[in-house]
């Protein structure tokens, strides 16, 4: 069966991202991407991804790569992506991926790959575990997105590097040969687009920071989401308003902005006059609100495993006929022989 989403008309834009399965998926991921991804497709024709491909560029034991790559590919659908209405499926599952990956790697400068803030931030995190893989991250990232002929990637604001190389490729190979791939734009939300840690406001929430404190998993239990919001860190001060100097209540506040799908200036004007702890417990239910019905239906979605295999194999099927089209066009303009 062909999905809308095969027969993409000419007038609706395309929609791409993907999540990686290392760690715990956290409200970063949800606030600064995921929460957005189920409603687009609406206006736009959506393919979604779990990128496990990419999460092999650190260290990470068999058992929990298949436990975070069923989880993910669970939580895309618990977070409102209906895959009647998307495409949703498992990187590896289509091998356009790592193929186009490796052509575009001929097309790729390795000044341009060595200046990637993501690289050298996971170079000093593992010193002992600077692999090829983690350095060519970006570019099959960028086969990720090309592949599929994508105008927008809805993306938190730590990938917008990447997609600014992604474009780079591009022009350089539509250059080089003819138009071949479209031109990717990257979009980040208003509120959202990078959450902090609740325990240090100046260090990106991560999915790696599993047992502390300050990362808020999409699948904590409304106990330990309180728990959590309620021991984040502020100052001394006692008023709710964003500035440079107060980043824990900034964040905050930029949390329940996201949350309420409001402007960071109303979220204060709601809390003029509020003390901190009354504002971390509001911020902590506005969050348990939010995530409760995506882990009731997730809950519900990890019960029948013959499922969730049947939907990934649909998603990759879709996925890998449009993919195979960019690909064949991508050989042939090289000079490939094909038969
Ligand atoms: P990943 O798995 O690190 O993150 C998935 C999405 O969540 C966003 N995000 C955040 N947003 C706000 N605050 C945070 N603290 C926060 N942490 C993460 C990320 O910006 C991202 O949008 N390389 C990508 C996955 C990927 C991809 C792609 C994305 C692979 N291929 C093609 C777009 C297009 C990654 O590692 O995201």
């Given at each position: 069966m062909e999905t809308m989403t095969e027969n993409k008309s000419e007038n609706k834009k395309r929609v791409f991202s993907a999540i990686k399965?290392?760690?715990?998926?956290?409200?970063?991921?949800?606030?600064?991407?995921?929460?957005y991804w189920g409603g687009m497709s609406d206006e736009y024709d959506c393919i979604f991804s779990v990128a496990d491909l990419h999460a092999i560029t650190v260290a990470i034991e068999p058992k929990d790569l298949r436990e975070n790559s069923k989880r993910?590919?669970?939580?895309?659908?618990?977070?409102?992506?209906?895959?009647?209405?998307?495409?949703?499926?498992?990187?590896?599952h289509v091998r356009a991926h790592c193929?186009?990956?490796?052509?575009?790697?001929?097309?790729?400068?390795?000044?341009?790959?060595?200046?990637m803030t993501q690289f050298k931030e996971k170079s000093e995190k593992a010193p002992e575990n600077i692999n090829v893989g983690l350095f060519d991250y970006p570019v099959l990232m960028a086969a990720d997105i090309l592949?599929?002929?994508?105008?927008?990637?809805?993306?938190?604001?730590?990938?917008?590097?990447?997609?600014?190389?992604?474009?780079?490729?591009?022009?350089?190979?539509?250059?080089r040969y003819s138009p071949t791939f479209k031109m990717p734009e990257g979009k980040v939300?208003?509120?959202?687009?990078?959450?902090?840690?609740?325990?240090?406001?100046?260090?990106?929430?991560g999915k790696s920071d599993s047992g502390d404190a300050g990362a808020v998993f999409i699948l904590d239990t409304p106990e330990t989401i309180m728990r959590k919001f309620k021991r984040a860190v502020t100052d001394s001060d006692a008023a709710v308003k964003a500035s440079p100097d107060k980043l824990g209540i900034t964040n905050l506040l930029n949390i329940y902005a996201a949350l309420c799908g409001i402007t960071v200036a109303a979220a204060e004007a709601e809390f003029d006059g509020c003390d901190y702890a009354t504002f971390k417990t509001r911020v902590g239910e506005a969050a348990v609100e939010r995530l409760r019905p995506v882990r009731?239906?997730?809950?519900?979605?990890r019960r029948d495993d013959g499922r969730l295999s049947e939907l990934m194999r649909a998603g990759a099927d879709t996925a890998a006929r449009i993919a195979a089209r960019t690909l064949e066009k991508v050989y042939k303009k090289i000079g490939f022989v094909r038969t």
């Open positions: 399965p290392t760690g715990n998926p956290t409200l970063g991921n949800y606030l600064g991407a995921m929460q993910l590919f669970a939580l895309l659908i618990a977070v409102g992506i209906d895959p009647e209405k998307n495409v949703v499926f498992m990187q590896s193929e186009l990956c490796w052509l575009l790697n001929n097309y790729t400068m390795f000044g341009e790959a060595r200046r592949l599929y002929q994508t105008d927008i990637v809805p993306v938190g604001d730590d990938q917008l590097q990447h997609v600014e190389l992604c474009r780079n490729i591009a022009e350089r190979f539509n250059n939300p208003k509120a959202g687009a990078r959450i902090y840690s609740l325990t240090d406001p100046t260090a990106k929430m009731e239906k997730y809950d519900a979605l």
